[in-house]
């Protein structure tokens, strides 16, 4: 069943954006870096419910306002073009209805919704409200991957044969992650919505239509391993798939809890490699840095090729995501990189892989599944 869609006119800004940062959890911390020393956008309010964390990401900001809720954003008068929603998943919709109620864009963080019906819900108010809904994809930004698409469009590897993603994540070293971030993620665990396929796994689906177009049949053997009493990892899991071009992609996903994996943020090793029939190129590392190799290599005609200058600290992504999304608010030019309705397609490949798993990895399509 496909969404309802809708198009909503758009007029750009001829002066900075006023924004609001709503949600300044650990997540925050990347996504700010859109809005340092940039022209096109004044921050003007910090929204979040914890005083300690409040008065801490003021200091990034001092001429912003903050306040607790939404509600007293809305209450205080203060204008505001657009929002950066970094809330957990399980208040998305909740806090994007509000905010498109009072026709403020929004930039919402992945992975959407839990569900078809949630995202229909979003899409809907942002037509009835004449908003934009963006859900943000960071890893599209990332330049290592930015320039392995180039070289899949560019015809060098010859017709795609094929292409592999591998995901581990481990349980030792990284950035220090809060409990109370790690609550929800469980909680989302618990209701079927896992860590590494649904909510990290979301930056890898989203990879796969933006580098091979609409996926139509998913299938997927999800797995589960137990860390502690009550709480458990969806890994090792496989999903497999063919997109609308006949191309096929195939995900590892590991989880090794008692490896030590160098990252400046989450530990998690993540590599791409398409191959086609005249060579192959792969995206060594992303978030973590498992292989220290270059962060991009090609083999073509028995020659290897290695990018030693890319921009691949994963923090930039989230910069050019946000440069991205300020910028097209003042131009409304070029695609939107997520619009709503590309990201409920992600949605859509991940209830695909949830559906296939739960009948023993039938074929899906994910296409056919009802809100």
């Not at 003021?58 to 929002?83: C, K, M, T, Y």
Request: charged content about 25%; glycine content about 8%.
């Amino acid at each position: 069943m496909a969404e309802r869609v809708a198009t909503t006119s758009f007029e750009p800004y001829d002066r900075p954006v006023r924004a609001a940062l709503v949600g300044l959890g650990r997540i925050y911390e990347l996504n700010r870096t859109a809005y340092v020393d940039n022209r096109d956008v004044d921050v003007v309010a910090l929204v979040e419910p914890n005083d300690e964390r409040r008065r801490q990401r003021h200091e990034d900001w001092p001429r912003a306002q903050v306040f607790r809720s939404v509600n007293e954003l809305a209450s205080s008068g203060i204008g505001v073009d657009a929002v950066e929603v970094l809330v957990p998943i399980v208040k998305h919709e909740e806090v994007v209805r509000q905010c498109l109620k009072h026709r403020w864009h929004v930039n919402l963080q992945k992975p959407m919704a839990n569900d078809l019906a949630s995202a229909q819900r979003m899409l809907d108010a942002a037509h009835e409200h004449g908003c934009q809904l963006r859900v943000m994809e960071n890893y599209l930004f990332y330049e290592p991957l930015r320039r392995l698409k180039e070289i899949v469009d560019s015809g060098d590897l010859g017709p795609i044969s094929g292409y592999h993603l591998k995901m581990v994540a481990s349980g030792r070293g990284g950035w220090e992650v809060s409990g109370e971030t790690y609550q929800w993620q469980f909680d989302q665990a618990k209701r079927g919505r896992g860590i590494l396929l649904f909510d990290d796994g979301w930056h890898k689906l989203s990879t796969a239509i933006w580098l091979f177009g609409p996926i139509r049949e998913v299938r997927a053997w999800i797995g589960s391993t137990q860390i502690m009493e009550g709480i458990e990892i969806d890994a090792p899991s496989t999903v497999v798939w063919e997109h609308a071009n006949g191309i096929r992609g195939v995900w590892d996903i590991t989880f090794a809890v008692d490896m030590y994996l160098r990252s400046d943020y989450y530990t998690n090793d993540e590599r791409w490699e398409v191959t086609g029939r005249r060579g192959f190129a792969r995206v060594n590392h992303c978030t973590g840095r498992g292989i220290q190799q270059p962060s991009l290599e090609t083999y073509v005609e028995g020659e290897m090729r290695s990018f030693h200058a890319l921009d691949d600290d994963w923090a930039s992504s989230f910069r050019e995501s946000g440069r991205h999304w300020l910028r097209w608010l003042h131009t409304g030019e070029g695609p939107l990189l997520w619009g709503a309705h590309d990201a409920v397609q992600v949605l859509r490949v991940a209830l695909a892989a949830y559906e296939s798993s739960a009948n023993g990895g039938a074929g899906v399509d994910p296409r056919s599944l009802a809100g």
